[in-house]
């Protein structure tokens, strides 16, 4: 157990001096603030956002609160890993009593809790804080899920940092293209809010289903919205169905990592 008390030490300190890590470990708390008093002030600003508008723009900012968290601490997670390539500090790690793989476990283990807390706060507080706010139809949208919803969605969802963050840091050789990966990537955070539009509706929805974070965010858009459309599974299957496809990319990104890692 002390040897992984020394391994949290080193990873706060890695933290800490950077500030671009800082930003990313707190981007969870900057996401509440947007989606509790920054998001609800659009909904009123204007007239016209109003009827068909108005739902497709507030479907979108609640995909935003869903996905963006988890995709900022993938990016602090692939920082993290292509730094220690750049820095040849896996070669240290690697004759250690932890080992590599026991090291990536490790910190795949604390970026998971780290992206859970984060996808619970930031659910949590935007019902607490602006859940009247988020209504269609009269039907506010937060008050269609619990504490359950948030803590299941954030365990699926979450598997998709590690995914993504896995993946980068694999494909990445240095810093430079670590960014540029990070970069490159950003899009695939927002792909699920294509389910807005009518041409993703019903059957046609699961050709999003090769972007893993589609399932998770999906499937609590479905639990969100009071009636549900044709073609749709229940919200318990969709994070089924995530959960499966999240550990099968991940056990392939955590082999493909070991592999390339220059130790």
Known sequence: MGKY?????????????????????????????????VFPLLFTSTDVLQGAMLRAVMLLLVVVILAFGSFFL???????????????TLHTIAVTPVGVSGYLK????????????GNILVLAGTKLLAGDKYSIFGVSLFDQIHLGHMVSFAAVNSLFT??????????????VEG???IKGTGMLALLPALTVLEVFQGKPQYVLGVFPNFWAIKGMLVQFMPVRA??????????????????MLLAGAYKVFLRKAQY
């Open 74 to 88: 993938a990016a602090m997670a692939a920082f993290l890993l292509v730094e220690q390539k750049d820095e040849h």
């Open 5 to 37: 008390a020394a391994l949290l030490k080193y990873e706060a300190r890695t933290i800490w001096r950077d500030p671009i890590n800082l930003y990313m470990c707190a981007f969870p708390v900057i996401m509440l603030g947007l989606a509790a008093f």
């Open 230 to 247: 044709e073609g749709d599974l229940s919200y318990a299957l969709y994070l089924l169905v995530g959960t499966a496809y999240n550990l």
């Open 106 to 117: 490790f910190k795949l283990s604390y970026i998971y809790l780290m992206s859970v807390l």
């Open 179 to 181: 960014f540029a990966l």
């Open 162 to 175: 590690l995914v993504l963050g896995l993946w980068q840091g694999a494909l990445a050789r240095n810093k």
